[in-house]
Structures are given as structure tokens and as C-alpha cells.
């Protein structure tokens, strides 16, 4: 039988050989830190030198407590002796979205761009992939975008969008869409409730004026106005009632400012109505005028020759 290599060398030239190894992997890991720019090399140096004569791991999750976050990041990903006395799983990889990711033990993920090394994402993981709550950040001013649930890595369940701190949307999610039902919101006013279909308006809903009044209800596919349809003017009073098509009036009939009749086949049929048009004039076409083209009847969805027709001279407007 064999004798294997090592066991026919004497005692004193293994030790040699590990302490050889070991100063090279210690070397390894100084190289791959010292390739991380922004952060100071002597100290991170300092710290992985430290930990190398520090036996306790409550001494060491101490040390580490203390650092700053870049070079908690750095020390991770780049060396094996710390993730495993700190009892973390480090995973790191670069993607299309340039992305460093750190997952702990107990299920807890953080992800940081490549470059700044600014926090983008923190929550549960499982299976690889984000799993439970969680949180994604806006990388220019590190506030939260978006909070909620997520089911293998995508938003699933309840959550919430912000938009510059402002909640933009708070409501049901799907396969990373929305889905289910939910609110809009524009400065923290209430413009929008009803329902989702992959990422859609689909289904009844709701609008609003910016004081809170109900400007619109009626029934919505692929994210326009396609149904029973209800309009209200700032005042409460109903201004048309009938079907939209594709976002457009269909048919049916209004009450409002500037037109008194019928719809039908999307066009206004029969009633009183007035038609204005904008006029830019001025350097740049900055000066904007509003002036009335028609005042008069229609009929069978045209203009009656009776009504006022205004002839505009622009020159005099």
C-alpha cells in the first residue's frame, strides 16, 4: 500500500507547510480587500489582523458591530473566516442591476450597489430569492420606494409604493404587478381606488378631486374608462351619466358647463352645446388664449348651420 505525501514528512516541515498556507490565504484575502476603492485600507487591514488573534465570536460579533456599513460589506464578501464566525452566508454576484447581496443565517437579505455601496433592498430570503417582508430603497436619496410582501422575488401580496416620501399606491400585488384592490395617491391626496389585473385598472374604481370630492365612478379594462360611467362636476352635481369606450364618452347624457345633450357613437348627438379652442401666441407661443368657436345646436350629431360660428382674426386676438 501507498503512503500518501504528507504523511512521510517529519513533523517540523508540516507545521511549516500550514503556516505557509495560511499566510497565503491571509495574503488572498488582504489583496481582495485592498481592490475595494473608497474605503480606508489600513484599517480594514487592521481589523481582519485583529480577528485573527481573537478566539471568543461574541468578542468578534462585537468588533464587527462597531464598523462602519462599506466595511461590514467588504469584510463579508471577501472573507470566508468571517462569514463563517459571524454565521453568514455571503453571496456575491454582479448582474444586469449591479447588485451585491448579503444574506444572514436567520433569513435576512440586504443588497447594495456595486459602486456606492448604498443600500437597495432588506428583507426576508428563502430559497435564494426574496420570501416574506421586506423593504427596496431609492438610491439617491435612501428613502423606503417600496414595502411589503414578496413571493420568490416578487411583490406578492399587500405592499405599498412611495414616490420622493409621498405614498404613491397602497394595495394588492401579483407576480410583481399590481393586482387585487388598491389606492392611488399624489401628495398623500387620494386620487384613485378600485381594482387590479396584472398591473391594469380593471374592474370598478373611483376618482377624485384634489379636495377629496368624487369626480368620477365607472368601470375600467386595460387601465381606460370602458363601461357604465358616472362624472361629477367640483360642486357634487352629476354631470353625465353613460358608457365610455376606450376612454372616450360613447353614449349617454350630460348636464355640464359646455354641453347640454345626448351622446351617441361618441360624438355629441343632440342638445346645446359650446366649443372653445386655445390659441398660443407670443415668443415661444407662451401666451395662451382661450376663445369660443361655436355656440349653438346639434343635431343628429352635427352642428346646426344655425349656430354661431365664430370667425377668428388671430391678429386681433
Keep these: 500500500m501507498g503512503i500518501s505525501s504528507d504523511k512521510k514528512l517529519p513533523k517540523e516541515q508540516k507545521e511549516k507547510n500550514i503556516n505557509e498556507e495560511t499566510k497565503s490565504n491571509s495574503n488572498s484575502d488582504n489583496k481582495n480587500i485592498k481592490k475595494e476603492k473608497g474605503v480606508e485600507k489600513p484599517k480594514i487591514i487592521e481589523v481582519v489582523n485583529?480577528?485573527?488573534?481573537?478566539?471568543?465570536?461574541?468578542?468578534?460579533?462585537n468588533i464587527f458591530s462597531c464598523l462602519e456599513e462599506n466595511i461590514k460589506?467588504?469584510?463579508?464578501?471577501?472573507?470566508?473566516?468571517?462569514?463563517?464566525?459571524?454565521?453568514?452566508d455571503s453571496d456575491y454576484y454582479k448582474n444586469k442591476s449591479g447588485k451585491e447581496r448579503?444574506?444572514?443565517k436567520n433569513g435576512i437579505c440586504k443588497e447594495y450597489t456595486l459602486k456606492e455601496k448604498k443600500l437597495i433592498f432588506e428583507g426576508e430570503f428563502k430559497n435564494g430569492k426574496k420570501n416574506g417582508k421586506g423593504k427596496e430603497f431609492n438610491i439617491y436619496n435612501g428613502g423606503v420606494s417600496f414595502e411589503g410582501t414578496y413571493v420568490n422575488g416578487k411583490r406578492s401580496g399587500k405592499g405599498k409604493e412611495y414616490d420622493c416620501c409621498y405614498l404613491k399606491f397602497d394595495g394588492e400585488f401579483l407576480n410583481g404587478k399590481r393586482h387585487g384592490k388598491g389606492k392611488e395617491f399624489k401628495f398623500h391626496d387620494l386620487k384613485f381606488?378600485?381594482?387590479y389585473l396584472r398591473g391594469k385598472k380593471n374592474g370598478k374604481g373611483k376618482e377624485y378631486y384634489?379636495?377629496?370630492k368624487?369626480?368620477?365612478e365607472g368601470?375600467?379594462?386595460?387601465?381606460?374608462?370602458?363601461?357604465?360611467v358616472k362624472t361629477y362636476n367640483v360642486k357634487g352635481k352629476l354631470e353625465f351619466e353613460g358608457e365610455y369606450k376606450n376612454g372616450k364618452k360613447w353614449k349617454g347624457k350630460e348636464n355640464g358647463e359646455y354641453f347640454k345633450g345626448e351622446y351617441l357613437n361618441g360624438i355629441k348627438w343632440n342638445g346645446k352645446g359650446k366649443e372653445y379652442k386655445s390659441v398660443y401666441r407670443g415668443p415661444c407661443c407662451t401666451d395662451c388664449r382661450t376663445i369660443l368657436v361655436f355656440d349653438g345646436k346639434y343635431i343628429n350629431g352635427k352642428?346646426?348651420?344655425?349656430?354661431?360660428f365664430m370667425i377668428m382674426n388671430l391678429k386681433n386676438i
Design 73 to 88: 460589506l467588504i469584510l463579508i464578501l471577501h472573507n470566508k473566516k468571517f462569514q463563517n464566525l459571524l454565521e453568514f
Design 102 to 104: 448579503i444574506i444572514e
Design 214 to 216: 368624487l369626480e368620477l
Design 303 to 308: 352642428k346646426k348651420e344655425k349656430g354661431k
Design 50 to 61: 485583529l480577528i485573527k488573534t481573537v478566539k471568543s465570536q461574541n468578542i468578534i460579533k
Design 219 to 228: 368601470e375600467y379594462k386595460d387601465d381606460k374608462l370602458n363601461g357604465k
Design 210 to 212: 384634489y379636495d377629496g
Design 193 to 195: 381606488e378600485g381594482e
